[in-house]
């Protein structure tokens, strides 16, 4: 081991000596190059202005005066640690800078010799002559590829024909970068551009042919084969709105990352990524105040529950940047847990941190870790979450969901945890499916237990499908897609409210700062997304046409499913937080006593397998439907419109 790692440092060293020889050579290069330019320079005034008078020593020296001066000033302006391939304005600026510099010195020179031994023609030819050969040299490389993407008719058929959607800086840099490089088979043939003033107008060469709303159109008209959307300044309903026009062209989508591309100057080619499905959901991320957040985590011993999940790792990643006194993961599942754990200690090696593999079930463990850590704020995001898969075992979804959570949740409140914080999802709103009304009585053990605890704030946090979480619908259609199809969709009129992962663990922060005890926190998810359009849009996505060249097959509603998922309860009702898209639902009265009763008997009868587990819940969950599919037409018309499609109406948000 010892030599493997010690082979890895000796590579690395060779690299780096490899690198800094390479950027000896092109700095000697340029070096050498400004010498020569220099003396053709020299040369030609004296040839141009002299008219064949004999070089003296005067002369002499004036020329090797103005060799060292010209070098000593590029080496100033830093001209010799610039990249051929990054010349700019920039550069050009700094070169006309040391030019009037070097012609103020010359001509100070002729003044005060009286014009005796060079004339004042010599010099400014001189430094006019100085400065084209100097920017020739440092813009060749780029000139050369402009040149050859002019003249290269003859491989035009081999290059990809792309439009570019915004003709600001972001587009010029990306389409100079697409006329200069050799390396690049793209050819920009049109732009797309909303403003006014710029249509018609040409940009590097490339025409302003339209708007955005004419993308089809311009796609047809220039047989574009790939879209470039480079407008970094985009909010997510307008971007949304924009790629949708671009899927409709049935050619790839690619985009610039963000703003921060233009600041750092990366606005490349290379940048581009392929347009992904959170850039569809049409709205902007939730901003959290990361301030609030660091004042109650750090110093504090913390515990995530389930953190080696999807969810619980996102977690302690951010967490663990905010220094916590100690960061306690705790998983069943040994090989998530010891992959964040490595993650953590590679990227936070000062991290106080502890895994421990252990089940939320075993209520005498929950009681020896609390008791032995003493953790002051806890997440719990343990959990049974797939919804098929808990139908056909709902004892399971019952022990470690209900069970597990009171475990923990009453070690909090003997053990005076200050806050604790419960994941929960919107299938526990009025549950079609034994996992959603699992999580639906997990939020009524924390609103109930929060009433009673003195020590201890206890919340929920309910939100909807997490993009690329474990069991999430993305990666199955990529991977159905990637197969060649078909990909396939329960419902053709099923919805869901979509989030990120760092919007779910944003939320889960958050409630941890805003906590006053037995409150239910839901995010502002803005519109449900059709999983039908989805598929649509992740097929076009990746240059296909839906049911063209990969099908998409219905397959029936499956047990527990319901066609739309909902935010609250009627009775709950909504009240805004400083953060302005997280919410708290107000808690449902309850008889406590009955309560714990009913919870008591239903933990009882999941460890022993009965079949009257699920009438224990219908008694604690009244809202729970045991089967959906008998009221779909009802669905349909509450979300989707009415039976004879046409749309419902808009109902006011609460």
């Excluded at 590579?11 to 020569?36: A, C, H, P, Q, Y």
């Excluded at 020896?368 to 049974?384: E, L, N, S």
């Excluded at 460890?607 to 349909?636: C, F, G, H, N, Q």
Aim: hydrophobic share 45%; proline share 4%; net charge positive.
């Amino acid at each position: 081991m010892r030599g493997y790692f010690h082979s890895g440092e000796s590579e690395l060293r060779r690299t780096d000596m490899k690198k800094e020889s390479i950027r000896r050579f092109n700095r000697g290069l340029l070096l050498l190059l400004d010498v020569v330019a220099v003396c053709v320079a020299l040369l030609f005034a004296y040839l141009a202005t002299l008219e064949g008078k004999p070089i003296t020593q005067e002369l002499a020296i004036w020329a090797v005066g103005n060799l060292c001066l010209a070098l000593i000033l590029f080496a100033i302006f830093g001209l010799y640690a610039v990249l051929f391939k990054s010349v700019g304005i920039a550069e050009m600026a700094k070169l006309v800078a040391c030019s009037l510099l070097i012609a103020a010195a010359n001509v100070a020179f002729v003044i005060f010799t009286g014009a005796i031994y060079v004339r004042l023609a010599t010099a400014i030819v001189y430094v006019l002559a100085l400065a084209m050969m100097t920017m020739l040299i440092r813009s060749f490389r780029r000139l050369m590829g402009a040149l050859r993407y002019r003249f290269a008719d003859a491989n035009a058929a081999n290059m990809t024909r792309v439009m570019i959607v915004g003709g600001g800086e972001a587009g010029l840099a990306v389409i100079k970068e697409m006329q200069s490089s050799d390396k690049i088979s793209y050819k920009p043939v049109c732009i797309a551009d909303d403003k006014i003033e710029k249509q018609g107008m040409y940009l590097s060469d490339v025409k302003i042919a339209g708007t955005t709303k004419d993308v089809k159109k311009l796609a047809e008209r220039y047989k574009v084969q790939e879209i470039f959307i480079t407008i970094p300044t985009l909010n997510k309903k307008r971007l949304s709105e924009i790629v949708g026009r671009c899927q409709e062209c049935n050619c790839p989508v690619k985009i610039l990352p963000g703003i921060y591309q233009l600041a750092t100057g990366q606005v490349t080619v290379a940048n581009l990524r392929h347009v992904e499905v959170q850039d569809l959901l049409g709205r902007d991320q939730v901003n959290v105040n990361l301030d609030e957040i660091m004042g109650y985590i750090e110093n504090k011993t913390v515990l995530v529950t389930g953190g080696g999940g999807s969810i619980g790792s996102e977690l302690c990643r951010q967490i663990a940047t905010h220094s916590p006194k100690t960061l306690i993961i705790l998983d069943v599942y040994e090989n998530n847990a010891y992959d964040i754990e490595q993650e953590l200690k590679r990227k936070n090696p000062e991290l106080h941190l502890l895994v421990l593999i252990a089940s939320v079930r075993e209520e005498k463990k929950m009681r020896d870790v609390f008791d032995k850590y003493r953790p002051q704020i806890v997440f719990h995001a343990a959990a049974h979450k797939h919804v098929p898969l808990m139908e056909t075992s709902p004892c399971e979804a019952i022990k470690n969901n209900v069970h597990g959570t009171w475990n923990v949740a009453k070690c909090a409140d003997e053990f005076e945890v200050e806050t604790f914080v419960q994941i929960s999802t919107d299938k526990a709103v009025n549950p079609t499916n034994i996992m959603g009304a699992s999580k639906r009585i997990c939020e009524m053990i924390i609103q109930t237990i929060g009433r009673r605890s003195r020590k201890t704030k206890f919340v929920a946090v309910r939100f909807g499908n997490v993009l690329g979480s474990n069991g999430s619908v993305i990666p199955l259609f990529q991977k159905q897609i990637a197969e060649g199809g078909p990909v396939t969709v329960t419902h053709k009129d099923i919805i869901r409210y979509f989030m990120t992962i760092p919007e779910a663990v944003s939320l889960v922060l958050q409630a941890g700062a805003y906590a006053q005890g037995g409150q239910i926190f839901v995010l502002d998810m803005g519109d449900p997304v059709k999983i039908y359009d989805l598929a649509c849009n992740l097929i076009k996505l990746s240059g296909y046409e839906p049911n063209v060249d990969i099908d998409i097959v219905c397959t029936g509603l499956r047990p527990g499913e319901k066609l739309f998922e909902e935010r609250l309860m009627a009775e709950e009702g909504l009240t805004k937080t400083p953060n302005g898209l997280i919410n708290i639902a107000k808690p449902i009265p309850l008889d406590e006593t009955k309560f714990f009763t009913v919870l008591e008997r239903l933990c009882k009868e999941a460890y022993d397998e009965t079949e009257d587990m699920k009438k224990s819940v219908k008694e604690l969950v009244p809202t729970y439907t045991i089967d959906p599919r008998d009221s779909v037409a009802e669905a349909l018309e509450k979300c989707c419109g009415n039976v004879d499609g046409k749309p419902a109406k808009k109902k006011k948000r609460a």
